[in-house]
């Protein structure tokens, strides 16, 4: 956020009395990354405004916590910072959204009780968000209420892309939207392929909304704002610095419906999205790659010691997961049907006696198939309707199309 301030200066209107919420809230995720866990706890239980004052006066029990506050503060007021944000976020065509507004996305609050194994700082920090900065017009709640996540890795093979497009595809065609992170490789293809269908599509950033990350996508992010929604935890300005992604992962894991591994290495980000979107209790959903791929290593680990993830081939299988129990049918995939399919077990059992050249009379079948010479003549009569065997004389044969 090195330029904030880099433009022009002019007396800035004091915000609104409604606006203290907001303020407090983008001066708290300055002062300490989103989900940390004593500020969202502050929050929830003194409000945002008396937890900045907490913080800015060092009232808090958690040490690191405290020395961050404290050294930011020092160089910059966090009031002041929140009021330019604003201002700026407004001047940018991007708005805040908070809990007490309409269009809060209510899924993302599971992450209050998200509990993860291991010591490391971003498996503690997951608690919900304080906010969002979102660019786009549609509703950030009710575009998020119908939606899948699709994540992977950025080295992605042509499998890989084909298998992303096959699944963000459908799902755009049945009004679901797509969620993913906006990197190269799997997510850029999700998020292509959703716009392709006409659908909405959402990108979760690691960095403010107005300087989207990678640069490459630049064209991407433009099309997603003009039809779907950007949207990121960290203010105007924010770098997408390399730690942020983690942080970023937990909403992808939380705010949608379900989420899909296409492609991943044994240690990935997307890996991570996985083990948060498992704890959740959420819909896993993992695509098997060829054995001999590095980028299907970590897909084929997730499904072989996770039994509550679930292998999905299609769009038909992603929505069978997340729909509503009955509201989608995968069907079961079978080969070609044949005539002889739908045989009782006497007529096939006669029909895999006939000799696959040449002919055989009834006599000889009766006694080849170990059944009756009435009950075989009865179901000759039914095979030669089919076509499945055809008269010769005094004799029997296989049917033309039936060899």
């Not at 403010?208 to 997603?224: C, H, K, L, S, W």
């Not at 695509?287 to 509550?308: F, K, N, Q, W, Y």
């Not at 007529?347 to 009379?361: K, N």
């Amino acid at each position: 956020m090195d330029d904030l301030f880099s433009s022009p200066t002019r007396p800035l209107p004091i915000p609104a009395a409604g606006d203290g919420d907001r303020a407090a809230r983008v001066a708290l995720t300055w002062l300490a990354e989103p989900g940390n866990r004593t500020v969202w706890s502050l929050v929830e239980q003194d409000g945002a405004e008396t937890a900045l004052a907490r913080v800015l006066r060092g009232d808090v029990p958690d040490k690191a916590l405290r020395a961050a506050a404290i050294a930011k503060a020092a160089n910059l007021d966090p009031r002041r910072l929140a009021e330019v944000t604003l201002r700026r976020a407004e001047r940018l065509g991007a708005r805040i959204v908070v809990p007490s507004d309409d269009e809060w996305p209510e899924r993302v609050g599971a992450l209050a009780t998200l509990t993860l194994e291991g010591n490391q700082r971003i498996n503690h920090d997951v608690r919900p968000p304080l906010c969002f900065w979102v660019r786009g017009d549609w509703p950030l709640g009710e575009t998020l209420e119908r939606s899948v996540a699709v994540v992977g890795a950025r080295a992605a093979s042509s499998y890989g892309i084909h298998a992303t497009n096959e699944i963000a595809y459908g799902l755009a065609e049945q009004n679901w939207t797509v969620v993913s992170g906006g990197a190269f490789g799997i997510d850029a293809a999700a998020h292509r392929a959703a716009l392709a269908a006409g659908g909405r599509t959402v990108a979760v950033l690691a960095c403010g909304v107005d300087r989207p990350y990678p640069m490459g996508n630049t064209a991407m992010f433009e099309q997603i704002a003009q039809t779907g929604l950007l949207i990121s935890e960290w203010p105007p300005g924010s770098e997408p610095h390399k730690h942020r992604f983690l942080i970023r992962n937990r909403v992808i894991a939380a705010a949608t419906a379900g989420t899909v591994l296409v492609e991943a290495a044994a240690r990935s980000g997307a890996i991570q999205t996985m083990g948060r979107v498992l704890a959740l209790g959420r819909p896993a959903m993992v695509v098997p790659g060829p054995i001999t791929s590095a980028m299907s290593v970590g897909c084929h680990e997730l499904l072989r010691s996770r039994p509550d993830a679930t292998l999905v081939t299609g769009p038909a299988d992603v929505l069978e997961a997340v729909g509503q129990v009955g509201e989608y049918q995968a069907d079961v995939p079978r080969g070609p049907e044949h005539r002889r399919d739908n045989l009782d077990e006497e007529s096939a059992l006669i029909l895999e006696s006939v000799p696959r050249r040449g002919t055989i009379t009834p006599e000889d079948l009766a006694a080849r198939a170990g059944l009756s010479l009435r009950l075989v003549l009865r179901r000759l009569s039914l095979l030669e309707l089919t076509g499945l065997i055809e008269r010769r004389g005094t004799g029997v044969a296989l049917g033309r199309r039936n060899r």
